[in-house]
């Protein structure tokens, strides 16, 4: 998918174009998906006869941990070879030919989970149900009630995997009720200037906490699940006895946040009715960061009350589809909100866990989009970064650094859809990002300052893609040693070393995975004995020594 420059007032349309993905997709099949249905009807999960659960978690959670840092004290292995290739989106045809229909490239718009690990465990999602494909194909883009608009048919299961001797093998599957926020109908509105998410599915992430794994589920809840067997523990409900919510209008729109003590925070939208019209059109009805504690007690608080000086012309404020809250070591939750129908009424918000009453709530220079899959980092002084898009450099948006007074302090010229990993070293620390830009596309590293440190440049050149391809990542692995683990819209997962200056080209090591794949950008993590658990067209690879 090329990315397009763009003037302000047009952003809107040109949004959906600068996602991480390309033209010459010769190597992508996208199936006959475009033939009103024809696809596999997935109905169960999965099981096996489960094996005792391992109980040190590594990568629990999206970032890694609480502060989405990305660094792991595991020394990660060589990029040698696959060691596992399990299929875990069966829809993968389907969701590209919808793209196909539209964009004209067969990109697979699906945010994705990242691998969590455990021990000799992981844990990723399994989609099931059924995708209902448009005739013709990308019919959805004008209303239509197929693909992305249909996306609630298909069923997301979370399972656990085990390694015995080199084999990954399925213990058990627990299928969630969660669903996607709605994709929104067009209306007849032409094209991506109509409100919603324009095809770009939303992420469904479990965390790991408290010897349980704790699972998304619809209405706003959580399921609390045993690890050893798959077996449902408890359903929280933190909107039990709240007057005024809907369950079927409610979801959880983002990754769980896990703190130190074992409590969980994640953020929930209840939108309009759906009969009364687009809900991204219509204002929501409210919106809550919510946090769980380990006995099953909830308290949450509205994003309204966070930010209580927000403009009301673009509607109520909430979070951003897709964001994870971070917390920082002394316990400081940061958060991002915008206004419903305008995403440039946006603002930083830090809240006091203990509490959840806001610290302060800074307006932001630029733009949170839902297509997008941003969370806020926070620093080991204390700081964080927040990535938005705006339309400098190619639409790559910025990345914003704030101190804990929420004082300005710098930025860097990217930002659009990537939580920012660090790599804590020598009494200071680095942030490293994807760098997607006009003349090539990079991972730059960035001291405490944000003044860069290297840029790492992709050189796969072909046809369709002289500059190279875009860094197909939007949360980068480090390994104890500070090796930077991205993956590519080439196909490719590379190991990218510590030790450069400047723009350098040579990686620590590079293996193609399936095929070249224009995605919504995707995760990687790395597993207790350093096995990298990444992901290509609907594929969870492992890959290691």
């Known amino acids: ?212 794994l704790y699972v998304p589920g619809a209405g706003g809840t959580l399921w609390k699940v045993n690890k050893d067997t798959g077996a449902k523990v408890s359903q929280i409900n933190p909107f039990a006895g709240m007057s005024g919510v809907v369950a079927a209008n409610t979801y959880v729109t983002g990754p769980l946040t896990v703190d130190a003590s074992g409590n969980i925070f994640y953020n929930a939208i209840q939108f309009a009715d759906p009969s009364q019209g687009n809900v991204w059109q219509n204002d929501v009805v409210n919106a809550w960061l919510i946090e769980v504690a380990p006995d099953d007690t909830t308290r949450s608080v509205t994003y309204a009350s966070l930010v209580p000086g927000a403009p009301k012309t673009g509607g109520s404020q909430r979070p951003g589809i897709n964001i994870a809250p971070a917390i920082a070591s002394d316990g400081t939750l940061y958060t991002a909100s915008r206004a419903h129908l305008v995403g440039s009424e946006s603002f930083l918000v830090s809240v006091n866990s203990q509490t959840l009453a806001a610290n302060w709530a800074v307006g932001l220079p630029a733009t949170i989009v839902d297509e997008a899959s941003s969370s806020p980092t926070t620093l080991p002084d204390g700081s964080v970064v927040y990535g938005l898009l705006d339309s400098t450099d190619f639409g790559g948006g910025r990345t914003l650094h704030y101190d804990a007074q929420g004082d300005f302090l710098n930025s860097y010229s990217f930002g659009w859809d990537e939580t920012p990993a660090v790599w804590t070293h020598d009494g200071t620390y680095s942030i490293v990002l994807k760098d997607n830009t006009q003349s090539g596309f990079f991972v730059t590293q960035l001291d405490s300052n944000l003044k860069v440190e290297w840029r790492f440049q992709n050189t796969t050149i072909d046809s369709d893609h002289p500059n190279g391809y875009e860094w197909c990542v939007n949360m980068a692995a480090i390994d104890s040693h500070g090796n930077v683990y991205v993956n590519s819209e080439d196909g490719n997962a590379y190991a990218i070393p510590q030790g450069n200056s400047g723009v350098f080209t040579t990686p620590l090591g590079k293996m193609f995975l399936d095929i070249s794949l224009g995605a919504a950008y995707t995760p990687l993590s790395i597993g207790q004995d350093g096995k990298i658990y990444t992901q290509n067209n609907g594929h969870l690879i492992v890959v290691g020594n």
């Not at 997935?42 to 502060?67: F, I, L, R």
């Not at 994705?112 to 690990?117: C, F, G, Y």
């Not at 009630?145 to 084999?167: H, K, L």
Request: with cysteine.
């Open 1 to 212: 998918m090329n990315r397009c420059g763009f003037a302000w007032p047009i952003f809107v349309v040109c949004l959906v174009l600068i996602g991480c993905g390309g033209g010459g997709m010769t190597s992508n099949n996208p199936g006959n998906g475009g033939g009103g249905g024809g696809g596999p009807v997935v109905e169960d999960c999965g099981s096996g006869t489960p094996t005792p659960a391992s109980n040190q978690p590594v990568w629990a959670q999206w970032g890694a941990n609480p502060q989405h840092t990305g660094q792991v004290n595991v020394s990660a292995q060589g990029l040698v070879q696959k060691l596992a290739n399990i299929q875990y989106d069966p829809f993968v045809d389907q969701e590209k030919a919808e793209s196909l229909g539209v964009l004209g490239d067969a990109d697979l718009l699906v945010h994705e989970q990242a691998p969590i690990t455990d021990g000799n465990d992981v844990y990723m999602v399994k989609k099931m149900g059924s995708y209902k494909s448009c005739s013709p194909a990308g019919a959805w883009s004008s209303g239509a009630d197929c693909g992305p608009n249909t996306w609630n048919t298909m069923g997301w299961c979370e399972a656990r995997y085990s390694w015995t001797g080199a084999t990954l093998t399925q213990q058990w599957g627990f299928e969630s009720d969660w669903k996607p926020v709605p994709n929104g109908q067009y209306n007849g509105v032409a094209g991506f200037s109509s409100p919603g998410l324009t095809g770009w599915e939303p992420v469904f992430h479990p965390a790991l906490a408290n010897s349980l």
